[in-house]
């Protein structure tokens, strides 16, 4: 037996969701069937707004609700530093750690032939032209340790190494907590070449 029509199209629009199955589709489904008129309309209302009413800022590239976002504008932040991040998700999680005081730059991926991406795909050619004002002084790598993310930094490693631009790359290793004897070898060797002065 099947599923209403309504249901089985709620239970698709879920699952375009990353992370989500069948079951979790159909749970949340069912879910939202025992909500109340009001919180169904107000979720739809949020769903048809998010896109209507965000925008990319015109400098780092991070979603927000205006033209430059409240870090680019914020005057007490460093200008001369970037950390150049993959998403916003990335970027969230750098500010969380409230460590870094600087601008950021959103690539909004990263370069993946294989996907058929490329540095043209990505948010690079705005780095370039944010490289040339000269109170950057500093452009830190934050792309995730992942093929395509260490693909990217050596790219963007690539094209500034003839600049007087100070590139740097976020320390990669153990993470905090973890046994060595479970630690993978790259990530163990990586942690070993980034060692550092106690």
Do not use: W
Request: aromatic share 6%.
């Amino acid at each position: 037996m099947q599923y209403p029509k309504p249901i089985l199209d709620l239970i698709s629009s879920y699952m375009k969701l990353p992370g989500i199955g069948k079951k979790t589709a159909v749970r949340m489904a069912f879910h939202t069937l025992t909500m109340k008129d009001k919180d169904i309309e107000e979720f739809s209302k949020a769903l048809a707004n998010l896109k209507k009413d965000l925008c990319p800022c015109s400098i780092c590239h991070r979603i927000n609700e205006h033209e430059v976002c409240n870090i680019c504008s914020d005057k007490d932040r460093n200008e001369s530093i970037i950390c150049v991040v993959e998403s916003d998700q990335d970027l969230m999680a750098m500010e969380n750690t409230e460590q870094f005081f600087g601008h950021y730059h959103v690539l909004g991926g990263v370069i993946s032939p294989m996907n058929g991406i490329g540095p043209n795909d990505i948010n690079l050619r705005s780095l370039l032209e944010r490289a040339k004002d000269p109170k950057v002084k500093e452009i830190i790598l934050a792309t995730n340790s992942t093929p395509e993310g260490e693909g990217t930094a050596s790219f963007i490693l690539r094209i500034l190494q003839n600049t007087d631009i100070k590139v740097t790359r976020i320390a990669q290793g153990i993470s905090f907590g973890s046994d060595l004897e479970f630690v993978d070898e790259m990530t163990l060797a990586r942690a070993l070449s980034a060692r550092v002065e106690l």
